[in-house]
């Protein structure tokens, strides 16, 4: 067994704690739901970047390239200062929301580029600027640009034009599990000799102000190059530097005087090192050497072309040779984590997709922080601190007071979105299987616990708003990563995480019926669903039009969540066969929905027009026609992912689900009619549970597979293309809306603007489509095969439909015939430098025809999917090599 495999069962089995210690801290706590304090809910206001240095956080922590304990007690993370700076680096710039042109937008160049699981080795760079970093041109610029013209990049600013920067790689190697190996190698990639400055530092979250710690924290100097770390819960630490650094002392506390303009009650304050090393202020250092905050600086010159490396080492223990073996350790942790991801990768046979596979999966590790909220106490404030105002007790989440969440969470991207969302996390544990089944699985159930899931049985779905509603993804990501788990085991299945995950999980499929179906007629209206622009108008509001919003999407993700759950309780027959009545009421409410569908409110309303072939949502206005918005948008092909292909001898095993099955056979034949037949067996007597029969399937796919409509050279657009020539448009309420294709940045401001689903790619939403092209093949087998690209005379059959668009997403990320790769667009640096065009960047989503990286630039969350996709793409290949005849049919 590998050694990283080991580490994963001793912490599996709890004979050794691992994972401890990683990159728990966020990028961004400014700016957050959780430090704002003001009266209006203006969060980005609340606490700006500038003010971030100065001010103690109440719930979490930030850093670069830093770690902490899996309570964030102690933290450890990097500062840098190149000397021209008005303050050091020591947390990643971006624009706020409300500054830049599309949104929130980190301006820093950053990559993460591997890390294990047990984060035993873990890797990432950082380019730092030797000029003056551009914080005034980039605030400026992107204040000046609107909604059509791109975002203001920091390539866009000339400040690496000419190579005058330092790449920093950053790097940890854990010797055992609290004892860590840190380095920081500086490169001068400039032409000229370079000053950095570089101070590790290691700090202590402030949590002393609440009266429950029994002896505070502290840091002080143990010897000339040690520093020791005290907490009466996690006890001694000591933390060994190369060489001979300077060592600064001050606490994590707020200057008061600074961002409030009040007399400072602390005399150590958390700006103080910062005032020391750019100003040579030292009145807020500590003189005796000791605190809650301390740097060891260094100041580096390093010629060009050169590099100098800062070691230092984490230990419970002092050791005087503590950093004797620090390259040892190093070395032997990057031997192991290479024999662990050549073990994964084995059948992936291009160098190019195993980096990129490598990255995406870096990029999941990397984004775990730990996410401290407790709504009540939030709501409340702390005695004597932060006392809220009034209005907040009737603001966001105030209905949430239940919520206390205390934990180590994937987050989508720890700048741009440091919370956690709940269908991106759904999204994020099915490639995370493939290398951590076991954190996969306690994720999926974290949010069903009942300090997060609410009492009426909704999931919370991201800290601006937890009353929002995200597609209910969730069982489908339980199932599938059961089935990974499973596989990875040799079929030892684990049914009690299936188990727990199903009750709580039937508490949220409850909440939909009772909360989105609001005439009990089985449509569903859903509102936002995380799709921000989709539609000519924000469809959570559909009120402010004094109509209703019936919405193909909700009502079939309501299918596919039915199926989800039918899927799930025919598993746990397996194990308990009276999960087959839990699979019949399940059944039934997927036949219902397919009903409604069909028939809205018994007033021969279809969600489905026979004219155009395709699903649109109906809008309704009392006392008037109701309306078909006709927009040829991802809403129309979500009904392919309500599909579940069943064995037939399960039916037979399962007698009762059997006898009912029949039932609705004999005693609803319409419904009956409108899903693909059971009664008919497909390929090794399969049966087919799916809201598309043979024609609406053949629709729907007739316009996605055509590249005049939906399908791009990377992948599946999210709205056709064929409203690029033909916008929709509609007069409701005397307003005039109108939506066309836009295939790069939002040009609205709806939902902030910083997403766009009016025609860019999206990684979940062509995952689902590839699994549910593989579904239908599972049913239909080789015999079944459909015109790829529409138009083109070639047919293939669905599987491998499924693997070609895997591919098309993939060339997102992988160089052309010319070295380009399409993600970094026609920016020459990302594609020919050497020192930058092997670092991948996995962005929120793709423009629809270049197939260029937009939105948030390390949201591997859930573009990391891509790692399961090349995972995929290999096994498909394996498995088909045998039988070629099988690719095309003409």
Same mark, same amino acid.
């Given at each position: 067994?590998?050694?990283?495999?080991?580490?994963?069962?001793?912490?599996?089995?709890?004979?050794?704690?691992?994972?401890?210690?990683?990159?728990?801290?966020?990028?961004?706590?400014?700016?957050?739901?959780?430090?704002?304090?003001?009266?209006?809910?203006?969060?980005?206001?609340?606490?700006?970047?500038?003010?971030?240095?100065?001010?103690?956080? =109440?719930?979490?922590?930030?850093?670069?390239?830093?770690?902490?304990?899996?309570?964030?007690?102690?933290?450890?993370?990097?500062?840098?200062?190149?000397?021209?700076?008005?303050?050091?680096?020591?947390?990643?710039? &971006?624009?706020?929301?409300?500054?830049?042109?599309?949104?929130?937008?980190?301006?820093?160049?950053?990559?993460?580029?591997?890390?294990?699981?047990?984060?035993?080795?873990?890797?990432?760079?950082?380019?730092?600027?030797?000029?003056?970093?551009?914080?005034?041109?980039?605030?400026?610029?992107?204040?000046?640009?609107?909604?059509?013209?791109?975002?203001?990049?920091?390539?866009? $600013?000339?400040?690496?034009?000419?190579? %005058?920067?330092?790449?920093?790689?950053?790097?940890?190697?854990?010797?055992?599990?609290?004892?860590?190996?840190?380095?920081?190698?500086?490169?001068?990639?400039?032409?000229?000799?370079?000053?950095?400055?570089?101070?590790?530092?290691?700090?202590?979250?402030?949590?002393?102000?609440?009266?429950?710690?029994?002896?505070?924290?502290?840091?002080?100097?143990?010897?000339?190059?040690?520093?020791?770390?005290?907490?009466?819960?996690?006890?001694?630490?000591?933390?060994?530097?190369?060489?001979?650094?300077?060592?600064?002392?001050?606490?994590?506390? $707020?200057?008061?005087?600074?961002?409030?303009?009040?007399?400072?009650?602390?005399?150590?304050?958390?700006?103080?090192?910062?005032?020391?090393?750019?100003?040579?202020?030292?009145?807020?250092?500590?003189?005796?050497?000791?605190?809650?905050?301390?740097?060891?600086?260094?100041?580096?010159?390093?010629?060009?072309?050169?590099?100098?490396?800062?070691?230092?080492?984490?230990?419970?223990?002092?050791?005087?040779?503590?950093?004797?073996?620090?390259?040892?350790?190093?070395?032997?942790?990057?031997?192991?984590?290479?024999?662990?991801?050549?073990?994964?990768? %084995?059948?992936?046979?291009?160098?190019?997709?195993?980096?990129?596979?490598?990255?995406?999966?870096?990029?999941?590790?990397?984004?775990?922080?730990?996410?401290?909220?407790?709504?009540?106490?939030?709501?409340?404030?702390?005695?004597?601190?932060?006392?809220?105002?009034?209005?907040?007790?009737?603001?966001?989440?105030?209905?949430?007071?239940?919520?206390?969440?205390?934990?180590?969470?994937?987050?989508?991207?720890?700048?741009?979105?440091?919370?956690?969302?709940?269908?991106?996390?759904?999204?994020?544990?099915?490639?995370?299987? =493939?290398?951590?089944?076991?954190?996969?699985?306690?994720?999926?159930?974290? #949010?069903?616990?009942?300090?997060?899931?609410?009492?009426?049985?909704?999931?919370?779905?991201?800290?601006?708003?937890?009353?929002?509603?995200?597609?209910?993804?969730?069982?489908?990501?339980?199932?599938?990563?059961?089935?990974?788990?499973?596989?990875?085991?040799?079929?030892?299945?684990?049914?009690?995480?299936?188990?727990?995950?199903?009750?709580?999980?039937?508490?949220?499929?409850?909440?939909?019926?009772?909360?989105?179906?609001?005439?009990?007629?089985?449509?569903?209206?859903?509102?936002?669903?995380?799709?921000?622009?989709?539609?000519?108008?924000?469809?959570?509001?559909?009120?402010?039009?004094?109509?209703?919003?019936?919405?193909?999407?909700?009502?079939?993700?309501?299918?596919?969540?039915?199926?989800? #759950?039918?899927?799930?309780? #025919?598993?746990?027959?397996?194990?308990?066969?009276?999960?087959?009545?839990?699979?019949?009421?399940?059944?039934?409410?997927?036949?219902?929905?397919?009903?409604?569908?069909?028939?809205?409110?018994?007033?021969?309303?279809?969600?489905?027009?026979?004219?155009?072939?395709?699903?649109?949502?109906?809008?309704?206005?009392?006392?008037?026609?109701?309306?078909?918005?006709?927009?040829?948008?991802?809403?129309?092909?979500?009904?392919?992912?309500?599909?579940?292909?069943? =064995?037939?001898?399960?039916?037979? %095993?399962?007698?009762?689900?059997?006898?009912?099955?029949?039932?609705?056979?004999?005693?609803?034949?319409?419904?009956?009619?409108?899903?693909?037949?059971?009664?008919?067996?497909?390929?090794?007597?399969?049966?087919?549970?799916?809201?598309?029969?043979?024609?609406?399937?053949?629709?729907?796919?007739?316009?996605?597979?055509?590249?005049?409509?939906?399908?791009?050279?990377?992948?599946?657009?999210?709205? *056709?293309?064929?409203?690029? %020539?033909?916008?929709?448009?509609?007069?409701?309420?005397?307003?005039?809306?109108?939506?066309?294709?836009?295939?790069?940045?939002?040009? $609205?401001?709806?939902?902030?603007?910083?997403?766009?689903?009016?025609?860019?790619?999206?990684?979940?939403?062509?995952?689902?489509?590839?699994? *549910?092209?593989?579904?239908?093949?599972?049913?239909?087998? &080789?015999?079944?095969?459909?015109?790829?690209?529409?138009? *083109?005379? =070639?047919?293939?059959?669905?599987?491998?439909?499924?693997?070609?668009?895997?591919?098309?997403?993939?060339?997102?990320?992988?160089?052309?015939?010319?070295?380009?790769?399409?993600?970094?667009?026609?920016?020459?640096?990302?594609?020919?430098?050497?020192?930058?065009?092997?670092?991948?960047?996995?962005?929120?989503?793709?423009?629809?025809?270049?197939? #260029?990286?937009?939105?948030?630039?390390?949201?591997?969350?859930?573009?990391?999917?891509?790692?399961?996709?090349?995972?995929?793409?290999?096994?498909?290949?394996?498995?088909?090599?045998?039988? *070629?005849?099988?690719?095309?049919?003409?």
């Amino acid at each position: 067994m590998v050694a990283e495999k080991l580490r994963l069962q001793e912490e599996r089995e709890r004979i050794k704690h691992w994972k401890k210690w990683g990159p728990y801290l966020t990028e961004r706590q400014w700016g957050t739901v959780r430090e704002d304090y003001s009266p209006d809910g203006s969060a980005w206001e609340n606490v700006t970047h500038d003010e971030a240095r100065s001010k103690a956080y =109440r719930w979490g922590e930030e850093g670069i390239g830093g770690i902490s304990d899996y309570k964030q007690k102690l933290c450890l993370a990097w500062g840098f200062w190149n000397g021209k700076d008005p303050f050091i680096k020591e947390r990643l710039y &971006g624009v706020t929301g409300n500054q830049g042109n599309h949104g929130e937008d980190v301006k820093e160049l950053y990559y993460y580029l591997d890390s294990t699981p047990t984060h035993s080795y873990m890797k990432m760079l950082y380019k730092y600027p030797q000029a003056e970093f551009p914080y005034k041109d980039l605030l400026e610029e992107n204040l000046k640009r609107g909604k059509a013209d791109p975002e203001y990049e920091i390539m866009d $600013t000339g400040v690496f034009d000419q190579d %005058e920067y330092f790449d920093i790689f950053i790097e940890y190697a854990k010797n055992d599990a609290e004892d860590i190996v840190a380095t920081a190698t500086i490169h001068n990639r400039g032409p000229e000799k370079a000053y950095i400055c570089v101070m590790p530092t290691i700090w202590l979250r402030k949590t002393w102000f609440t009266g429950h710690e029994p002896f505070l924290p502290k840091l002080s100097q143990y010897n000339e190059n040690t520093i020791r770390a005290f907490s009466p819960k996690s006890g001694n630490y000591t933390i060994s530097f190369e060489g001979e650094p300077e060592f600064k002392f001050c606490d994590n506390e $707020t200057n008061r005087e600074k961002i409030y303009h009040i007399g400072n009650e602390k005399k150590f304050l958390k700006d103080a090192i910062n005032d020391y090393v750019v100003d040579g202020d030292s009145k807020h250092i500590n003189p005796e050497n000791f605190g809650t905050k301390a740097s060891a600086i260094y100041h580096l010159e390093i010629p060009p072309g050169e590099s100098k490396t800062i070691k230092l080492r984490l230990m419970h223990q002092f050791s005087e040779d503590a950093l004797s073996f620090c390259d040892d350790i190093m070395e032997k942790a990057k031997v192991e984590a290479d024999e662990f991801y050549e073990e994964l990768q %084995e059948r992936v046979t291009d160098p190019d997709l195993k980096r990129i596979q490598r990255q995406a999966y870096a990029g999941m590790m990397w984004s775990k922080q730990f996410y401290y909220y407790d709504v009540e106490r939030w709501l409340e404030g702390d005695p004597g601190r932060y006392v809220p105002p009034i209005s907040r007790k009737k603001g966001r989440n105030s209905n949430w007071k239940h919520l206390q969440n205390y934990d180590i969470i994937s987050m989508p991207d720890k700048w741009e979105y440091p919370w956690y969302a709940a269908w991106d996390l759904a999204f994020h544990c099915i490639p995370i299987a =493939r290398i951590d089944p076991d954190f996969a699985k306690d994720q999926l159930l974290l #949010l069903l616990n009942e300090w997060y899931m609410h009492p009426n049985g909704q999931i919370p779905a991201y800290e601006w708003n937890f009353s929002d509603v995200n597609p209910p993804v969730h069982a489908y990501a339980v199932q599938r990563v059961f089935q990974i788990d499973k596989k990875a085991n040799d079929g030892k299945a684990d049914y009690e995480f299936l188990e727990r995950a199903l009750h709580k999980l039937m508490l949220n499929f409850t909440w939909w019926v009772n909360q989105k179906d609001s005439d009990g007629q089985n449509i569903f209206e859903g509102g936002f669903l995380g799709l921000d622009n989709i539609s000519v108008f924000d469809r959570s509001h559909a009120q402010r039009y004094q109509g209703k919003l019936e919405q193909a999407d909700a009502t079939s993700w309501m299918a596919m969540f039915s199926l989800n #759950l039918l899927r799930i309780s #025919l598993d746990l027959c397996e194990h308990n066969k009276v999960y087959q009545f839990t699979a019949t009421k399940f059944l039934e409410h997927f036949l219902y929905i397919a009903g409604a569908m069909n028939n809205i409110s018994s007033e021969s309303i279809s969600l489905w027009d026979d004219e155009d072939s395709f699903f649109y949502d109906v809008f309704h206005v009392p006392g008037k026609e109701s309306k078909r918005m006709k927009v040829r948008s991802i809403v129309g092909l979500i009904p392919l992912f309500a599909v579940e292909p069943i =064995r037939e001898d399960l039916f037979n %095993e399962l007698p009762e689900f059997k006898q009912r099955l029949e039932f609705f056979l004999r005693e609803k034949p319409k419904l009956a009619a409108l899903v693909s037949s059971w009664i008919q067996p497909g390929f090794n007597r399969r049966r087919l549970f799916s809201l598309l029969r043979g024609h609406r399937m053949k629709s729907i796919l007739h316009k996605m597979l055509d590249s005049d409509e939906f399908l791009s050279e990377y992948g599946i657009r999210s709205l *056709s293309k064929y409203h690029l %020539e033909h916008p929709y448009a509609m007069k409701i309420s005397g307003d005039f809306l109108s939506i066309k294709y836009t295939p790069g940045e939002s040009d $609205t401001v709806m939902f902030g603007g910083n997403s766009n689903w009016r025609g860019p790619i999206w990684f979940p939403i062509n995952f689902l489509i590839i699994e *549910s092209l593989k579904k239908f093949d599972f049913y239909y087998g &080789g015999d079944f095969s459909i015109e790829y690209p529409t138009g *083109s005379g =070639r047919y293939m059959t669905m599987d491998i439909i499924a693997k070609e668009l895997s591919y098309r997403c993939m060339k997102i990320f992988m160089r052309d015939e010319k070295g380009n790769r399409p993600v970094y667009g026609n920016i020459e640096k990302f594609q020919k430098d050497p020192h930058f065009k092997d670092y991948i960047l996995f962005y929120e989503y793709f423009h629809g025809d270049s197939g #260029l990286g937009l939105g948030a630039s390390h949201q591997t969350g859930w573009t990391g999917l891509v790692a399961e996709m090349i995972h995929k793409y290999y096994k498909v290949r394996e498995d088909k090599e045998h039988d *070629s005849k099988t690719l095309f049919r003409s």
